[in-house]
Each structure stands twice: as structure tokens, then as C-alpha cells.
Nanobody, 127 residues
Framework: QVQLVESGGGSVQAGGSLRLSCAAS????????MSWFRQAPGKEREGVIF?????????QYADSVKGRFTISLDNAKNTIFLQMNSLKPEDTAMYYC???????????????????WGQGTQVTVSS
């Protein structure tokens, strides 16, 4: 059984940084997408950043976070990280890690495509 556990959320001032972690246990698949989503109150869940891994990796970014957020993967620890810099108040949301086994090298931004989800970690950015 796959479990995803996020950590690292918190409160920061605008312009600050946070690093989120998502530790995966259980077997997702050798070829997979692991992604970060976020959901603000009253808004739909949106994809933020996506990483496809099979041997190497490829990354896709939502336009809203390009140049500010990066994703990295520690294969040995089965963990992905979301480094968030230059945070803005509009980045305030619950952040979720999601994963799906796939041979599609282009990760999808549709939350319904993902099979496994974490419980979320709150990020609050004050102005």
C-alpha cells in the first residue's frame, strides 16, 4: 500500500522560502509522475509542479511558479522536495503531494489522474 506523507509547511512572510518534503512508502511504479498540487480555500485544486521519473527525470511547472519553485527527487529515500522561493501571499494554500504509475512522460495537471495522495501541509504567506 502506497502512502505519501508531506512535511515542511508553515508560515512565512512574503519573499521568504519554504521547503516541503513528500516521503513515499510502498511501491508506486518504476515509471511514474510525482507532483505537487495546492488548494486555497474556495478554489479548485491546481497542479504546481510535476516530475516524471524513469531512469532520469523531467519536470513541468505551472506558469504561476516558474522561476520561483523547484522540485527535486531523492531516489534513495523515495522522497520529493518542493523548494519554494520568493513566496507571495497568493501562494497560501494547502499543498498536497500526489503520485501515479504511468508510462506517459508528460505528467497531467488533472488531479483525477493521480492515484495516490498525501494528507497535505499548510503554507501561509503573509504580506
Amino acid at each position: 500500500q502506497v502512502q505519501l506523507v508531506e512535511s515542511g509547511g508553515g508560515s512565512v512572510q512574503a519573499g521568504g522560502s519554504l521547503r516541503l518534503s513528500c516521503a513515499a512508502s510502498g511501491y508506486i511504479g518504476s515509471s511514474k509522475c510525482m507532483s505537487w498540487f495546492r488548494q486555497a480555500p474556495g478554489k479548485e485544486r491546481e497542479g504546481v509542479i510535476f516530475i516524471y521519473t524513469f531512469g532520469g527525470s523531467s519536470v513541468q511547472y505551472a506558469d504561476s511558479v516558474k522561476g520561483r519553485f523547484t522540485i527535486s527527487l531523492d531516489n534513495a529515500k523515495n522522497t520529493i522536495f518542493l523548494q519554494m522561493n520568493s513566496l507571495k501571499p497568493e501562494d497560501t494554500a494547502m499543498y498536497y503531494c500526489a503520485a501515479v504509475s504511468t508510462w506517459d512522460t508528460r505528467c497531467k495537471s488533472d488531479p483525477a489522474w493521480y492515484k495516490h495522495w498525501g494528507q497535505g501541509t499548510q503554507v501561509t504567506v503573509s504580506s
